[in-house]
Protein backbone atom coordinates (compact mmCIF):
# COMPACT_ATOMS: atom_id res chain seq x y z
CA UNK A 1 0.00 0.00 0.00
CA UNK A 2 2.88 2.18 0.68
CA UNK A 3 4.18 1.66 -2.94
CA UNK A 4 0.69 2.65 -3.96
CA UNK A 5 0.45 5.90 -1.95
CA UNK A 6 4.04 7.03 -3.57
CA UNK A 7 2.60 5.72 -7.49
CA UNK A 8 -0.76 7.68 -6.94
CA UNK A 9 1.47 10.77 -6.47
CA UNK A 10 2.99 11.08 -9.64
CA UNK A 11 -0.23 8.90 -11.26
CA UNK A 12 -0.72 10.57 -15.35
CA UNK A 13 -3.39 7.95 -16.77
CA UNK A 14 -6.18 9.71 -16.12
CA UNK A 15 -6.97 10.83 -19.21
CA UNK A 16 -6.88 7.41 -20.25
CA UNK A 17 -10.49 5.38 -21.51
CA UNK A 18 -11.07 2.01 -21.24
CA UNK A 19 -10.48 1.51 -25.55
CA UNK A 20 -6.97 0.27 -26.70
CA UNK A 21 -5.65 3.17 -28.25
CA UNK A 22 -3.49 1.16 -31.09
CA UNK A 23 -6.13 -1.93 -31.31
CA UNK A 24 -3.86 -4.50 -30.11
CA UNK A 25 -4.58 -7.07 -27.48
CA UNK A 26 -2.00 -9.36 -26.26
CA UNK A 27 -2.54 -12.85 -24.33
CA UNK A 28 0.00 -13.83 -22.75
CA UNK A 29 1.55 -16.23 -19.30
CA UNK A 30 1.51 -14.71 -15.75
CA UNK A 31 5.53 -14.78 -15.48
CA UNK A 32 6.76 -11.81 -14.46
CA UNK A 33 9.56 -11.76 -16.56
CA UNK A 34 7.43 -10.45 -19.25
CA UNK A 35 6.48 -6.61 -19.80
CA UNK A 36 4.01 -7.22 -22.37
CA UNK A 37 3.71 -3.52 -23.60
CA UNK A 38 7.54 -2.40 -22.98
CA UNK A 39 7.84 -5.69 -25.10
CA UNK A 40 5.35 -4.47 -27.84
CA UNK A 41 6.46 -0.92 -27.70
CA UNK A 42 3.83 0.12 -26.33
CA UNK A 43 2.45 2.30 -22.80
CA UNK A 44 -0.49 2.44 -20.93
CA UNK A 45 -4.03 2.34 -22.51
CA UNK A 46 -2.64 1.58 -25.41
CA UNK A 47 -3.15 -2.36 -25.66
CA UNK A 48 -5.44 -4.35 -23.49
CA UNK A 49 -3.84 -7.28 -21.64
CA UNK A 50 -5.11 -11.11 -20.88
CA UNK A 51 -2.87 -13.20 -18.61
CA UNK A 52 -2.80 -16.80 -17.71
CA UNK A 53 -0.85 -19.91 -17.09
CA UNK A 54 0.87 -21.14 -20.42
CA UNK A 55 -0.69 -17.97 -22.18
CA UNK A 56 -3.59 -20.36 -23.54
CA UNK A 57 -6.45 -19.66 -25.56
CA UNK A 58 -9.12 -20.63 -23.29
CA UNK A 59 -12.68 -20.20 -22.77
CA UNK A 60 -12.05 -17.15 -20.58
CA UNK A 61 -9.75 -15.53 -22.81
CA UNK A 62 -12.14 -15.85 -26.04
CA UNK A 63 -14.83 -14.47 -23.55
CA UNK A 64 -12.75 -11.47 -23.23
CA UNK A 65 -11.05 -10.82 -26.92
CA UNK A 66 -15.04 -10.66 -28.27
CA UNK A 67 -15.70 -7.90 -25.52
CA UNK A 68 -12.42 -6.36 -26.70
CA UNK A 69 -13.28 -6.96 -30.32
CA UNK A 70 -16.53 -5.23 -30.51
CA UNK A 71 -16.27 -3.14 -27.16
CA UNK A 72 -12.62 -1.70 -26.77
CA UNK A 73 -11.43 -1.02 -30.31
CA UNK A 74 -9.05 -4.58 -30.27
CA UNK A 75 -8.71 -5.11 -34.19
CA UNK A 76 -5.55 -7.25 -33.92
CA UNK A 77 -4.34 -9.73 -30.99
CA UNK A 78 -1.20 -11.24 -30.36
CA UNK A 79 -0.85 -14.33 -28.82
CA UNK A 80 2.52 -14.76 -26.70
CA UNK A 81 3.83 -17.74 -24.62
CA UNK A 82 7.48 -17.58 -24.19
CA UNK A 83 10.64 -19.91 -23.46
CA UNK A 84 11.56 -21.36 -20.17
CA UNK A 85 7.91 -21.80 -19.22
CA UNK A 86 6.67 -23.49 -16.67
CA UNK A 87 3.69 -24.86 -17.97
CA UNK A 88 5.92 -26.70 -20.95
CA UNK A 89 8.18 -28.21 -18.76
CA UNK A 90 6.24 -31.44 -17.54
CA UNK A 91 2.80 -33.05 -18.91
CA UNK A 92 -0.84 -32.13 -16.30
CA UNK A 93 -0.44 -35.95 -14.36
CA UNK A 94 3.69 -34.57 -13.42
CA UNK A 95 2.66 -31.08 -12.85
CA UNK A 96 -0.58 -32.94 -10.41
CA UNK A 97 1.74 -35.38 -9.15
CA UNK A 98 4.50 -32.20 -8.03
CA UNK A 99 1.68 -30.14 -6.25
CA UNK A 100 -0.06 -33.11 -4.20
CA UNK A 101 3.58 -34.50 -3.28
CA UNK A 102 5.13 -30.99 -1.95
CA UNK A 103 1.73 -29.86 -0.78
CA UNK A 104 -0.49 -32.50 -0.39
CA UNK A 105 -3.51 -31.27 -2.24
CA UNK A 106 -5.56 -33.10 -5.29
CA UNK A 107 -5.56 -30.65 -8.49
CA UNK A 108 -6.28 -33.02 -10.41
CA UNK A 109 -10.38 -31.39 -11.58
CA UNK A 110 -8.34 -28.65 -12.65
CA UNK A 111 -6.79 -28.39 -16.19
CA UNK A 112 -3.63 -26.66 -16.39
CA UNK A 113 -3.35 -26.61 -20.21
CA UNK A 114 0.18 -27.88 -20.30
CA UNK A 115 1.94 -27.96 -23.39
CA UNK A 116 5.11 -30.32 -24.37
CA UNK A 117 5.41 -28.80 -27.98
CA UNK A 118 5.06 -24.88 -27.49
CA UNK A 119 4.63 -24.20 -31.29
CA UNK A 120 2.50 -26.42 -32.09
CA UNK A 121 0.32 -25.67 -29.00
CA UNK A 122 0.76 -22.01 -29.73
CA UNK A 123 -0.77 -22.40 -33.83
CA UNK A 124 -3.57 -24.38 -32.19
CA UNK A 125 -4.52 -21.23 -30.31
CA UNK A 126 -3.93 -18.83 -33.11
CA UNK A 127 -6.33 -20.90 -35.40
CA UNK A 128 -8.60 -21.25 -32.29
CA UNK A 129 -8.81 -17.60 -32.12
CA UNK A 130 -9.08 -16.86 -36.00
CA UNK A 131 -11.96 -19.81 -36.60
CA UNK A 132 -13.82 -18.66 -33.30
CA UNK A 133 -16.99 -16.78 -34.94
CA UNK A 134 -18.32 -14.64 -32.37
CA UNK A 135 -15.26 -12.16 -32.54
CA UNK A 136 -15.73 -9.31 -34.98
CA UNK A 137 -14.72 -10.03 -38.35
CA UNK A 138 -11.45 -8.53 -39.88
CA UNK A 139 -9.62 -9.04 -36.65
CA UNK A 140 -5.97 -9.78 -37.40
CA UNK A 141 -4.49 -12.79 -34.80
CA UNK A 142 -0.82 -13.84 -34.69
CA UNK A 143 1.20 -15.66 -32.53
CA UNK A 144 5.37 -15.41 -31.28
CA UNK A 145 7.28 -17.21 -28.66
CA UNK A 146 8.75 -14.55 -26.55
CA UNK A 147 12.48 -15.77 -25.51
CA UNK A 148 12.87 -14.59 -21.89
CA UNK A 149 16.96 -14.52 -22.13
CA UNK A 150 16.72 -11.90 -24.81
CA UNK A 151 13.43 -9.77 -24.77
CA UNK A 152 13.00 -11.28 -28.74
CA UNK A 153 9.94 -11.98 -29.93
CA UNK A 154 9.81 -14.92 -32.50
CA UNK A 155 6.84 -14.71 -34.98
CA UNK A 156 5.58 -18.19 -35.75
CA UNK A 157 3.48 -18.90 -39.19
CA UNK A 158 0.10 -20.22 -37.59
Same mark, same amino acid.
Given at each position: ?? @??? !???? !????????????????????????? #???????????????????????????????????????? #????????????? @?????? @?????????????????????????? @????????? /??????????? /???????????????????
Amino acid at each position: MS @ANA !SYTK !SFEHTHLTGVAKKGLAIVTCIDSRI #NPLAVSGMTAGDAKIIRNAGARVTEDVLRTLVLATYLLGV #NRILVVPHTDCRM @AKSDEA @ALHAEIFASHGVDTRSVEFRTVLDQK @AALIFDVQR /IRSFPLLQTGV /IVAGAIYEVETGKLDLIDA
